[in-house]
């Protein structure tokens, strides 16, 4: 994701910076358990969201069918849910907000169910759950979508437009304002989509798309995404949508979307495959399965890096659509483990529009030097730190300290290394999840060299880094 207002760490200047694969690891059940309890906890065991996800299973798949209706804002759901139990089970937690929960079925059974707080969804299946065993939970439900409110960037929930259309998407959490969900990075699954809208309406959403057909006023479209995806990563958009199709040099099927009042966007759109070609050379083969964009006409103030359909506010820039194609690799494909990682997604994406600058020829160092010198005395510049900088400040520092700690760090271990870590950190974790101490580690390897203090005083401390690691001696000189 990037803030509009923050997007651009570009070659403007300093001032413009105020503005899978590998198996995923089972899903961690912290959670309060007491004594006899098979209970699966309310949270994932992120404690920067203490109740985000929830324990006792991982997630495989979603099958999600829904059928809205924009003028009425109303949607009508039923998804099934795809997990293996990781530890007994009489009782388990789906996340979903708002709607009325028509009926729960576990196996095939009927099971009961309970609403606690605003997202808690808690489930008792007829008779308890094995270790290992295959659970398929089955949610019907209904009502008028939550509308979007204030969150991280934007809002979290649902968004109208002026064209009378609507979409759900945001950041750390959104999936669950449409279907029921494990909803943290740390449980990723495979996703299918089949939506129906009234006729003269079109929805869009991740993964390839079957032909839309028409029966009885409604248009149903399906939507598959084979790639294990992280549920923030998901979208669901309704609206009166120009959709054009093409495909990459390697056949991967390129996908555009333009909502009405869009079309300023078809020059970036049209770049996607120069783009893809451009980061591939840098990070390795393209991740995702499918590329492109949804294009909206709406003042989101944030873009969203949707799995390999990247959803994008009113007017973007070849810069952004950079910024979120570069998340297939860092955010999509390598995942989080906790929202504290969150600079393995953003700190990368901002550095792409780098790469992207020098490959028009920018002179990334010299630029480096005059933002470090106009900056040196921008103490609240300097106090946030890049990892571990406490929840609720995950989209800040990220986009505008984040590239340049990276290009020290590129400065810090030379050329060769740095290449090799971009190409090689998303091979290793394709697919998967991964930490922040990890990616230390990692590039500690590939450089042959303690980096502790580098990595202290850019990425784990507040302040203006001492000039030894602001202006590092390259390897050997």
């Known amino acids: 994701m990037i803030d509009r207002h923050r997007w651009a760490v570009s070659l403007c200047g300093l001032a413009c910076i105020a503005t899978a694969c590998t198996a995923p690891e089972p899903p961690d059940d912290t959670g309060p358990v007491r004594t006899g309890d098979r209970h699966g906890s309310e949270g994932i065991g992120d404690p920067y969201y203490p109740r985000a996800g929830n324990g006792g299973y991982d997630v495989e798949d979603y099958a999600v069918t829904v059928r809205y209706d924009p003028e009425r804002d109303r ?34 059974e009927p099971a009961d169910f309970t609403r606690e707080g605003d997202a808690e969804l808690v489930i008792t299946p007829a008779a308890p759950l094995a270790e290992g065993e295959t ?7 209904d009502g008028e ?39 943290h990075p740390r449980d990723k699954a495979t996703f299918s989509l089949t939506a129906s809208v009234p006729e003269g309406w079109t929805a869009v959403s991740i993964g390839t798309g079957g032909e839309p057909t028409t029966r009885d006023g409604w248009t149903t479209s399906t939507w598959t995404e084979p790639d294990p995806v992280a549920s923030y990563l998901t979208v669901f958009a309704v609206d009166r949508f120009t959709v054009e199709t093409g495909e990459l040099p390697d056949g991967t099927p390129v996908r555009n979307a333009f909502a009405p009042g869009a079309d ?23 991740p995702a399965s499918t590329a492109g964009g949804i294009y909206l006409d709406h003042a989101t103030g944030f873009a969203l890096e949707t799995q390999g359909t990247p959803t994008y506010p009113a007017g973007p820039t070849t810069d952004l659509v950079v910024h979120e194609l570069a998340h297939q690799w860092y955010g999509n494909s390598v995942s989080v483990h906790s929202w504290a990682d969150i600079c393995l997604n953003e700190c990368f994406a901002s550095y792409a529009t780098w790469l992207w600058a020098e490959r028009q020829g920018a002179d990334l160092d010299a630029f480096y030097r005059d933002s470090i010198e106009s900056s040196r005395d921008n103490s609240p510049f300097w106090q ?19 590239p340049l700690a990276l290009h020290a760090l590129r400065l810090r271990i030379g050329d060769e290394a740095f290449a090799r870590v971009l190409r090689e950190w998303p091979a290793e974790h394709a697919g998967g999840n991964a930490a922040w101490e990890e990616f230390e580690r990692f590039t500690e390897k590939i450089a042959g060299e ?7 005083a850019w990425f784990r401390e507040s302040g203006l880094p001492a000039d030894e690691h602001l202006h590092p001696r390259p390897p050997g000189g």
Do not use: C
């Open 135 to 141: 659970i398929e939970t089955r949610v019907r439900y």
């Open 384 to 402: 946030a730190e890049l990892y571990d900088m406490g929840a609720g400040n995950e989209f800040g520092a990220v986009y505008s300290k984040g």
């Open 75 to 108: 949607l009508t759901g039923d998804t099934t849910v795809t997990a293996t139990a990781t530890r007994e089970l009489t009782r388990f937690n789906l996340d979903l907000r708002g709607f009325a929960v028509s009926s729960v079925e576990v196996g095939g």
């Open 450 to 456: 303690d980096l502790d203090d580098f990595f202290s």
């Open 264 to 286: 300023d966007a078809r020059d970036d759109a049209a770049r996607v495959p120069e783009i893809v070609d451009f980061l591939s050379e840098h990070f390795g083969d393209y």
């Open 145 to 183: 979508p939550i509308a979007a409110d204030a969150g991280q960037l934007g809002g979290n929930g649902w968004y109208r437009t002026d064209s009378g259309g609507a979409f759900v998407l945001g950041e750390p959490e959104s999936a669950s304002y449409w279907f029921p969900v494990n909803e």
